[in-house]
């Protein structure tokens, strides 16, 4: 008894915090329940993601509905957020809510590749826009498609090789050593750059595999070492990239060879400081200190977070944007209608020129090769990124005709 | 069974059988009752044989693994994909638990999150599971061939009493949970379990009395096994997917949470621990960074306030 009384009570209280402003409105404005715009931000907010995503992309959003102007056909525009633990069962019963009960209409960033996938799959099933900036999970737009519900804004890990790839080799780095986690990620990323650098004109020396989240790096930076390759290429993630950039750098292995990391961001620097991280590559979306525009997006950012955007959190700030937009173009917050207005419209904002949603749901923009600095070439905090090379959209990202989408193909 | 219990559990199933239509969301309960078969498996083993194994998620977990191939790869229907995880988990149970028993304490907690870890990264690594994508979008299928549970909506039942396939899934999940509990109940109220209670009381004394103490740990522990990969393979059925969390340490720690906080050795602690600590997860979800922090904070309340946790505690006072 207690225990469905605690479950009532508790299942009341949550339905009226949650979707209590939603219903109050719906009553009181008869039909127009569904014209009310309403948005989810579903991220990691206290867990090992939550500096790539959590709070600042919430922040994100809710600068990109204030931009907007906060109201869609007379009505305010709702924010919901939710922590999803990185659990993929959480965040599934968390998005199924707020589709079928609090009538959001959108959810944006849901990183975590697992999250990703399962939000993407439930969006297909219950015809719901999502958009995917954190997870880098090539499936989103291949395997695991879906044209009609799905966007996946932000980088993917076949860009991710095919930006460091190209642009290093066109920058001298010809000869390469990979330190690969050994699992489908780590591999699959070794592969798809060495097959890059080997296009490019360049070699690759060898590699070696890593246990996932090891603490010792010590003999796989050595072999590293002994194959005098001038780019070491760390096709790992998170902590492993952390720990390998800080022992290669005791190691002194960065005074003859540069590092390049597969996937990093600018926060990850930020935590690893100038003095281990420098002359590394490593690629990104989106830099604040780019132009003008990116410095006063971050700058209004910087006021209420108190640090730096990093490419996530501007993606965010852009698809939400972009999907806002959409809707008043369209007339109504209709996936069908909306998804054709976001494909439609290219997009120009702080965080991408001529971006394009492509049928397939990726987003196909610039990538950018940055270079960390060294110490004392950086004059401000957050100062760390030498712009090495730009590589086009189409360049960057997998090119349709080799997608691997079911819905795809007629 | 007295009469009082008797009129208790009738009215927690009534309450189970009308929960989705009293504002309970299926998808929800359907969460809250896998987790809570899970801990009521991994109960059996440290409240009633006392064992406490830190390495229960790689059943869980593997059985979620093993049920959601049967039914997207294979096309299994659910009742038999959830057989191939239970099964499995079972098999699973009997190798691990042949190798553990033999320790005790400490040791025995340590074998199991030892080959629990292997697990782990065999998940890792292996193709199947899709590592840290999680294996996704496994279908629910019709069980028996005949009963759709995919989620799509109907038009409500007599015009009134809302339907979707999510309400038929989540009375299938509910059956196999009564069966779940079931059993648990019959091994703990049979001879069998009594020897198991001796064994916690003074495995020595057990031993002299001439039981195969050996061999009664073994039958618990793959018995909890294969109930833990019931609870797993149900709940990649209704979810809809498997991922690497379900395999790691920190579920092996979240089901020991939950056991404590609703009362270890008690028949109801865990299905309250379960719900308490699944209905934080998902409605405190809101808060942003403060669910960790606030399930933290319940579990050193109830550490030092009530360390027979909830019901252990009830329990205790209306004895008195």
Known sequence: MMKRKLLSTLVTAALICSAGTATIAAAQQGKASDDVVKIGVLTDMSGVYADYGGPGAVMAARMAIEDFGGKMFGKNIELVNADHQNKADVAKNITQQWFDRDKVDATFENLNSAVAIAVQGLGKEKNKITVVTGAASSKLTNEECSPNTGIHYLMDTVALGNVVGKAIVKDGGDSWFFLTADYAFGQSLEKDTGDVVKAAGGKVLGSVKHPLSTSDFSSFLLQAQASKAKIVGLANAGLDTVNSIKAASEFGLTKNQNLAALLMLITDVHAVGLNTAQGLYLTEGWYWDMNSETRAWAKRYEERMKKKPNSNHASVYSSVLHYLNAVKAAGTDDTAAVLKKMKDTPINDMFAKGGKIREDGRMVHDMYLFQVKKPSESKAPWDYYTLKGTVKGEDAFQPLALSRCAALKK | ?????????????????????????????????????????????????????????????????????????????????????????????????????????????????????????????????????????????????????????????????????????????????????????????????????????NEPRALSLGYDVDKYKLMAFVLSAALAGMAGALKALSVGAASLTDVSWQMSGEVVLMTLLGGMGTILGPVLGATTIITMQNYLAGFGSWVTIIMGVTFVVCVLAFRRGIVGEIAYRLKR
């Not at chain 2, 593997?62 to 294979?74: I, N, S």
Request: glycine residues 12%; charged residues 10%.
């Open chain 2, 1 to 201: 069974m007295d009469k009082r219990t008797k009129i208790l559990y009738g009215i927690l199933l009534a309450g189970a059988v009308i929960a989705p239509f009293v504002g309970g969301y299926p998808l929800f309960l359907m969460s809250a009752l896998c987790f809570a078969l899970f801990a009521c498996a991994f109960n059996l083993l440290i409240g009633f044989t006392g064992l406490l194994s830190f390495g229960h998620a790689m059943f869980f977990g593997m059985a979620a693994y093993f049920c959601g191939h049967a039914a997207k790869v294979w096309g299994l229907t659910p009742e038999l994909a959830v057989l191939i995880g239970t099964a499995g988990a079972a098999a699973m149970g009997y190798l691990v638990g042949w190798l553990a028993v033999r320790r005790q304490g400490i040791y025995f907690a340590m074998v199991t999150l030892a080959l629990s870890q292997m697990v782990y990264f065999i998940c890792v690594q292996a193709p199947f599971t899709g590592a840290e994508d999680g294996l996704q979008n496994v279908p629910r299928g019709k069980a028996f061939g005949l009963i759709n549970l995919q989620s799509t909506p109907h038009d409500p039942l007599f015009g009134v009493i809302p339907v979707s396939d999510d309400i038929v899934m989540y009375y299938f999940v509910l059956a196999l949970f009564l069966l779940g509990f079931g059993v648990i109940y019959r091994a703990i109220y049979s001879p069998f379990g009594q020897v198991l209670k001796s064994i916690r009381e």
